[in-house]
């Protein structure tokens, strides 16, 4: 059910409609969290609901709603466990945080992102994250990151694969050849 409610926002994030995504995603994520309350694993973070939030993200960055945005990367912040350790999940708990940096162009934030939670096993993940470089940025940055601290860790998946517009591009872009999966 949270899935199937998240859907319509693949339709309204490209053609821009924020407040439908937002309103859509919010159905998703909550309907997520409440399945999780059901279960042993509540208090984790629901890989439905992260997928939702990010989503959700998204449309609020884009009104420039950035404390609605920043109360979805606490609540991610907060989050100790997952209840899947897929790469939908980690992919969520990368892209949340990447997202309210660099749509914010914040990149003394994007700097010191780390991984979080710090114990998911973010090594069985090697192409989920990439180092960002902002213009003029010193070239020493494009070496690996360790497992403990990367200086900005960005999901390749929201440069290569992303449903979402690659940060900085407008939705339109979806429109004009851009192809990404879905």
Known sequence: MPHALHMPSHIFTRLGLWQEAIATNR????????????????????SNALHAMDYMIYGHLQLAQEQAAKRIVDEVQAIQTTDADGLDAAYALAAIPARYALERHRWDEAMGLQLHPK??????????????RPPGADARLAAPPDSSHTTAVLPAALVTHSPLPRVGEPPSALANGRSCAA
């Open 119 to 132: 114990d998911l096993a973010w090594d069985r993940f090697p192409s989920a994250g990439l180092i960002l």
């Open 27 to 46: 159905a998703s994520a909550t309907a997520a969290k409440n399945e999780l309350r059901a279960t042993s694993t509540a208090g984790a973070g629901s």
